[in-house]
Each structure stands twice: as C-alpha cells, then as structure tokens.
C-alpha cells in the first residue's frame, strides 16, 4: 500500500477538522485511497453472531455517519465499519465549531449532536451495497432525533428500516450530545427499550437475521454498570460495545479546549473504557460477545481491550492522528503479541486477565 498519510496528514490537520473529516470522506468515496492488500492470517479470524470476522479491527460509529464510503473504508484492511449514528428523520446537528482537536493529548471533543441523513437515505445506501454483494461486515448504530417526544419509536423505526440492511445493529444510548438519551441507560428505560427493539427484529422474521447489540457510555457507576449487564443478559441482546466518549476530562487539568463542551474521544479515554469494558466482562460472566472501544492507538492498546475481555475492537481518533497505517500495524502487532502470550488463536486471549 502506497501511504499518503505522511503528506496528506498533515494537509488535513492544518484545516477545521470538520472540513478535514469531509474531504476525507470524499476522497475515500472517490476511491482516491489505496487499498490494503494484506493476507488476512486466520489466527485473527473470528466467528461472531453467525458473522465470519477475517480480523478482529473496527472503524467505530461517527467517522462513517451516513454510509457514504463503506466499501472504501473496509478497503483499507478493517475487519468491519459501523455507519451511523442514524436517526429516523435528518437532522442537521449542533451548530459549528462543534469538533475539537486536542493533538498533544492525541484527542478530540466532539458535539456533533447527530447530524445525519435519516434513516430512508442511509437504507438506499445500504440496499444498494446488499443488491451489489458487496463482502465486508457492516454494521449500523442508531439513535433518536434530538426533538423526538418517543425514543422508542425511533430505535424501533431504526430497526425496521435497518434490520434487513446490516449485519448487525447497535442501540446507541450513550452519546453525550442529544439531551436525554444517556437515562436510557437506566434499569426500567433500558428494559424497556431492549424489549421493544428485540420484539421489532423478531417481527420482521428475517432470513439474515442482524446481531443487536448496545452501545454504553464509559461515565456509568458500578450500580449502573450491574443493571446493564443484568438487563442485557436477561433481553437477550447479543452484545455490548464498550464504550462512547466520555463527559469527564481525565488528565486534562489546565487544557484549555478541554473547557470545550461535548464527547472525550481518544488517549484519555483509554483507561476509563478499558475498565468499563472490564467490569462488563466480570458482570456478564464473559456470556456476551464485547466490543471494546476507547483511545486505542497502538497494537498494545488492542490487545490489552483483548485480554481485558474484548472479542472485537473498534478505534476513531487515533486514525486521525496516524493515518490508515495503524490498521495494519495493529493486526500485525496483535498476533505478535499472541504469539508472545503463547495463544494460538485471539479467541484463546478475550478476557485473558480475568483468567490468571
Ligand atoms: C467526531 C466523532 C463523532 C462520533 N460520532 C459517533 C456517533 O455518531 N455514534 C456513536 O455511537 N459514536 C460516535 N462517536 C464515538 C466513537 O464511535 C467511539 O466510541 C469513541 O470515539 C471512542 O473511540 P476512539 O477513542 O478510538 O475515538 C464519535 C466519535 C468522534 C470522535
């Protein structure tokens, strides 16, 4: 793979990041970013949710909002891309400036406030990519519209428009930037919302049926974090992601952009979800499939979600900052440090630390 990022990096760093983000989309839709030819090395490969998972690398929901360069994204050697986060109708967002860099602390706040296309584009996008048989695994995220007066509906009409497109959808509850949403997460709502979202996928008696999983916020308390993972079990949802930006601003004393309103993404938040992450293993007895999300930067952050009980991993900010190179060098590091653990395969290490 011919890298660019060296010279184009720097280019889009220079600019708002907003812009950065949407040249970048367009060029990637353009098919103006060289692919990935790498061999995938099936001590990656995972069988998730009926999914064959060719390795273990996501692109996490909000790069991606509107499925515009799906195809292109895989391309560059992640195992799956997660567009959205989709609400029913289009909404244009929060005003702008609402994306933050913060490069020394290798971070970003973002207060997007879900802008998006709402649901009918985002599913033209997809039936088209079905229709073609596109490979590739992807998934959808979705969300409510910030004036909605019935969040239910909206992740219902998520789910019926979206169901029969993905391979598997995520009920996000945890972005800080629509008001209300996070009391989602609270015991009775939550109960409430995975009843109502698992009885719509099981209406639609659908041949491919997607995985649901939830998606949480790395802010909860241990109470909180026991009622997630006592009413995912007992749903039956199919997985957690672990987890969205965070409210908090850990380490970042003194930074003035950390004053800045909206989502923590990136190097701090690495500690903080890595042990959310951890606490949901312990609390659903490892019995649910996690995604682990939050400041990985390097093929030691992978694993070290891996080990902590992760079966996948996800990352954002950190490609802003490294360019697509990352992808590749967090696969080829991840099996060097299988190897070095002794595993023989990544399954052997999800959860790993939990075992010693
Ligand atoms: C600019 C930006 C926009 C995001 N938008 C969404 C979104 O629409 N839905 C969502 O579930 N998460 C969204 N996220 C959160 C990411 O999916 C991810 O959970 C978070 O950034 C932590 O990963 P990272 O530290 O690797 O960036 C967004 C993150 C960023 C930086």
Not at 29 to 42: F, K, M, S, T, W
Not at 186 to 202: N, W
Request: hydrophobic letters at 45%.
């Amino acid at each position: 793979m011919i890298d660019l990022f060296p010279v184009l990096g720097p280019l889009l760093r220079s600019l708002d990041p907003e812009v950065a983000h949407t040249l970048t989309l367009r060029l990637l839709e353009a098919g103006l970013v060289p692919r990935l030819c790498e061999r995938e090395d099936p001590r990656l490969r995972q069988r998730l949710w009926g999914l064959d998972f060719l390795n273990p690398v996501g692109l996490a929901a909000g790069f991606d909002k509107n499925a515009e360069a799906v195809g292109a994204l895989l391309g560059l050697g992640f195992g799956f891309v997660e567009a959205g986060t989709v609400t029913p109708r289009p909404q244009p967002g929060n005003p702008r400036p609402r994306c933050f860099r913060l490069p020394e602390q290798q971070a970003m706040i973002n207060r997007f406030g879900f802008n998006n296309d709402g649901l009918d584009v985002v599913a033209r996008r997809l039936a088209t990519r079905r229709r073609r048989h596109r490979p590739g695994i992807v998934g959808a995220n979705i969300g409510r519209n910030k004036d909605s007066t019935d969040a239910v509906a909206d992740y219902v009409a998520g789910v019926y428009a979206l169901a029969a497109l993905a391979d598997y959808l995520v009920i996000n509850v945890s972005s800080p930037n629509t008001p209300g949403l996070r009391a989602l997460q609270d015991r009775e709502p939550l109960a409430e919302l995975l009843a109502a979202v698992l009885a719509a996928r099981a209406e639609l008696c659908l041949k491919r049926t997607p995985a649901l999983l939830l998606k949480i916020a790395p802010d909860l308390t241990t109470d909180d974090l026991t009622a997630v993972a006592e009413v995912s079990l007992e749903a039956g949802i199919d997985g957690l992601i672990i987890s969205n930006t965070t409210i908090s601003r850990p380490g970042l004393d003194g930074v003035a952009t950390a004053g800045e309103t909206g989502g923590l993404s990136g190097r701090p938040l690495f500690e903080p979800s890595t042990r959310t992450l951890a606490d949901l293993y312990r609390l659903t007895g490892g019995r649910l499939p996690l995604i682990g999300v939050g400041g990985i930067a390097s093929a030691e952050d992978a694993y070290a979600k891996i080990r902590a009980g992760a079966s996948l991993v996800q990352m954002y900010t950190a490609l802003i900052y490294q360019g697509p190179r990352l992808i590749r060098d967090i696969r080829r590091g991840v099996l060097e440090l299988l190897e070095k653990d002794g595993f023989a395969t990544l399954t052997e290490a999800v959860g790993a630390d939990h075992r010693q």
